[in-house]
């Protein structure tokens, strides 16, 4: 059974850097039948995808976070990890790691999820 | 942006009653070249993460009850519970991946009546 598990720091301080990390366990990782994105959740409002990365390290983003969002992989850890700079109380939510789906060569839908992992950003 | 709207953001319905939510997208999410929708409905329940129920619009992924399905093409979509059960108390949210940034639904919260 797939299983992704989030890590990392609950409270990060205003302009610093938030930084998470993503361990998969149960699932050929480096499968280009999968890819790795990131979505999060701010209290109330709707699911925001952040970006995605295939095992080869091949990113894509979404234009409104790109400028300050890294997403990298380790294929010998079975691990992704996001990394958004500059980070104000906006970047409060929680934050879940996905499996998606590669079928034809595109990206298509997200399964399994994370548990989610709430990032407070605050002095 | 491809925008998703679901309606309505909430409904309270009797247990074994019909449910209906819709989504309409601001563009066509429907693939000529396979004839395929690129969108996908998930359910959340309280403290859990999104699972997903239904993909290409109305393939229901495997393990799902088959009181839930999904219709619709182009730019409206629709999930259906058949019966509701008490089990299905939860949020649900529609999902495009038919361009980037992927975007979701604003969600519908189903409560028992």
């Known amino acids: 059974q797939v299983q992704l598990q989030e890590s990392g720091p609950g409270l990060v301080k205003p302009s610093q850097t938030l930084s998470l990390t993503c361990t998969v366990s149960?699932?050929?990782?480096?499968?280009?039948?999968?890819?790795w994105s990131w979505i999060r959740q701010p209290a109330g409002k709707r699911l925001e995808w952040i970006g995605r990365v295939y095992a080869s390290g091949s990113t894509k983003y979404n234009p409104s976070l790109k400028s300050r969002v890294t997403i990298s992989v380790d294929t010998s850890k079975s691990q992704f990890s996001l990394k958004l700079t500059s980070v104000t109380a906006a970047d409060t939510a929680v934050y879940y790691c996905?499996?998606?789906?590669?079928?034809?060569?595109?990206?298509?839908?997200?399964?399994?999820w994370g548990q989610g992992t709430l990032v407070t950003v605050s002095s | 942006d491809i925008v998703m709207t679901q309606s309505p953001e909430s409904l309270a319905v009797s247990l074994g009653e019909r449910v209906t939510i819709n989504c309409k997208s601001s563009?066509?999410?429907?693939?000529?070249?396979?004839?395929?929708?690129?969108l996908a409905w998930y359910q959340q329940k309280p403290g859990q993460p999104p699972k997903l129920l239904i993909y290409w619009a109305s393939t229901r992924e495997s393990g799902v009850p088959d009181r839930f399905s999904g219709s619709g093409s182009g730019t409206d979509f629709t999930l259906t519970i058949s019966s509701l059960k008490a089990e299905d108390v939860a949020v649900y949210y529609c999902?495009?991946?038919?361009?980037?940034?992927?975007?979701f639904g604003q969600g519908t919260k189903v409560e028992i009546k």
């Open positions: 996905v499996r998606g789906f590669i079928v034809g060569g595109f990206d298509n839908w997200f399964d399994p």
């Open positions: 149960g699932a050929s990782f480096s499968s280009d039948t999968y890819y």
């Open positions: 563009q066509s999410v429907l693939y000529s070249s396979d004839n395929r929708n690129y």
């Open positions: 999902h495009q991946y038919y361009s980037t940034p992927q975007t």
